[in-house]
């Protein structure tokens, strides 16, 4: 008989979230991959865990999958952990996952901690539908694509982001959606969780007067208000037109446009553009 592979949830920090089935299943198993054994030892020596590991990481993975599936296919039983939280969301494993289910090899999760849901529900913001976005783009051309791309959506969107960027992040957010309501969550479950809750300028404010920011960090925006546009599309055309007969600055106007039109900056921007191509 083929293993099983399990997907095990772990805590994000408190190791109290363990849940009585994970340690009994990480007991069990012949063998786990651990997206960083070195991190995921105190957490196994905490439950007296002396089940093997292996590393099984995004650098590693293309390889590894295909000696792990091996495994599988011999009756070797396996969990796959990550550093924190639930495995494949935003982490390593869906090389591993997908082969193991083009291969009829059973597949197991054992639910447990998600840095967005657990977040998501501490947020203070709509959490009946939300758009979960992983992590945004480095390059500063391709997160603009990405947050324009996200702009309309009506439901609680959620990103998670490093320390290091997560100022950028919020900067861009407040360029491309105007001043939202958001939820910063940072150190979830840790000592130091935190929770920073306000306009996108408030959490903007707040950490530009820090010295550092550390922990990972998860930022909750509220959608796109269902609110309908004041003006036409000829209306708002028109509008443009003569501003550019004005000279008026490309952001200048966008911005005067939104506001009058009840749309997104980056709507009012597009339709500048593209009536400046026309002629």
Same mark, same amino acid.
């Given at each position: ?19 009585? %089935? ?48 091996? +495994? ?11 550093? #924190? ?9 869906? %090389?591993?996952?997908?082969?193991? @289910? ?16 657990? @977040? ?41 982001? /490093?320390?290091? %960027? ?5 900067? /861009? ?11 910063? #969550? ?10 920073? %809750?306000?306009?996108? /300028? ?6 530009? /007067? +820090?010295?550092?920011?550390? @922990? ?32 008026? +600055? ?30």
């Amino acid at each position: 008989m083929v293993g099983t592979l399990y997907i095990v949830a772990t805590p994000l920090g408190n190791l109290e979230d363990m849940t009585f %089935r994970a340690v009994r299943i990480l007991k069990e198993v012949d063998l786990i991959a651990a997206e960083d054994t070195r991190h995921s030892k105190k957490l196994l020596g905490h439950y007296g865990i002396t089940t093997p590991t292996v590393a099984c990481h995004e650098h590693n993975e293309t390889v590894k999958a295909h000696d792990l599936i091996q +495994r599988l296919e011999k009756g070797v039983s396996i969990a796959l952990i990550s550093d #924190a939280g639930t495995p494949l969301i935003s982490d390593p494993g869906y %090389r591993l996952v997908s082969q193991a @289910g083009e291969k009829g090899i059973p597949i197991v999760p054992i639910p447990g901690c998600n840095a967005a849901i657990t @977040g998501l529900s501490a947020s203070g913001l709509p959490t009946d539908t939300f758009v979960f976005l992983g992590f945004p783009p480095k390059k500063q051309g391709r997160l603009n694509s990405f947050l324009n791309d996200a702009a309309h959506h009506k439901a609680t969107l959620i990103f998670y982001e /490093s320390p290091r %960027r997560v100022i950028r992040l919020i900067s /861009s957010a407040i360029t491309t959606f105007g001043d939202r309501q958001a939820c910063l #969550a940072r150190e979830l479950t840790k000592q130091y969780e935190e929770f920073i %809750r306000g306009p996108l /300028s408030a959490l903007l404010s707040t950490l530009e /007067s +820090r010295e550092t920011i550390k @922990g990972e960090c998860v930022l909750f925006i509220k959608g796109e208000d269902e609110q309908p546009v004041a003006l036409s599309t000829e209306q708002i055309e028109t509008m443009i037109m003569e501003g550019l007969t004005q000279n008026m +600055r490309t952001g200048e106007l966008a911005k005067e446009i939104a506001e009058l039109a009840n749309c997104p900056k980056s709507r009012a921007y597009d339709m500048i553009l593209t009536l400046k191509n026309r002629f």
